[in-house]
T-cell receptor, first 111, second 117 residues
């Protein structure tokens, strides 16, 4: 069955460093991958989408890569700030183009 | 202000009771969705609707019902048949219809937390 997996352990980093979050998928080839940010008790907010024919996408301090060989997407936040602390969800295209969401990885940026 | 709203923020259900969660959007989106989120879990799709008066079951539809009488509104009823309803419920919408590329990006409401008394 199709699976999308994110590291369940929280990522702790120091302010100013680059945070890197991983999303792996198995048993299928998604047409795209998306990243969302979710703050506690709130709905997810869309950040970036990258398609299978794109290697990299950037938006301000955010960068997403898509490696179809490794079946993996990496999400980078450069010059991280405490305000970047949140849970980040990866989502991939599933059947009928409705996204399938991973469980999310919590990022904690320490001042 | 354009956006998607959900109410109430918190909802308490007594055993055997049906409760309805509201979801409204003024983004002129065709597609709307309901997800359930449990602690440490990903979002699980309950129902989705591509167009008014049409909706489809998602992965965990049992114990839930929906209606789509207006483009702007997609209420979710949690029935007494849902034995474990405690969760965070998220409504979302997207511009295009499922099955098209325009519906990929989803816009979420603030969520409703349902608790059982």
């Amino acid at each position: 069955s199709q699976k999308i997996e994110q590291n369940s352990e929280a990522l702790n980093i120091q302010e100013g460093k680059t945070a890197t979050l991983t999303c792996n998928y198995t048993n299928y080839s998604p047409a795209y991958l998306q990243w969302y940010r979710q703050d506690p008790g709130r709905g997810p907010v869309f950040l970036l989408l990258i398609r299978e024919n794109e290697k990299e996408k950037r938006k301000e301090r955010l960068k997403v890569t898509f490696d179809t060989t490794l079946k993996q997407s990496l999400f980078h936040i450069t010059a991280s700030q405490p305000a970047d602390s949140a849970t980040y969800l990866c989502a991939s295209s599933g059947g009928s183009y409705i996204p399938t969401f991973g469980r999310g990885t919590s990022l904690i940026v320490h001042p | 202000d354009g956006g998607i709203t959900q109410s109430p923020k918190y909802l308490f259900r007594k055993e055997g009771q049906n409760v309805t969660l509201s979801c409204e959007q003024n983004l002129n989106h065709d597609a709307m969705y309901w997800y359930r989120q449990d602690p440490g879990q990903g979002l699980r799709l309950i129902y989705y609707s591509q167009i008014v008066n049409d909706f489809q079951k998602g992965d965990i539809a049992e114990g839930y019902s929906v209606s789509r009488e207006k483009k702007e509104s997609f209420p979710l009823t949690v029935t007494s048949a849902q034995k474990n309803p405690t969760a965070f419920y998220l409504c979302a919408s997207s511009f295009g219809r499922p099955g098209t590329r325009n519906q990929e990006t989803q816009y979420f409401g603030p969520g409703t937390r349902l608790l059982v008394l």
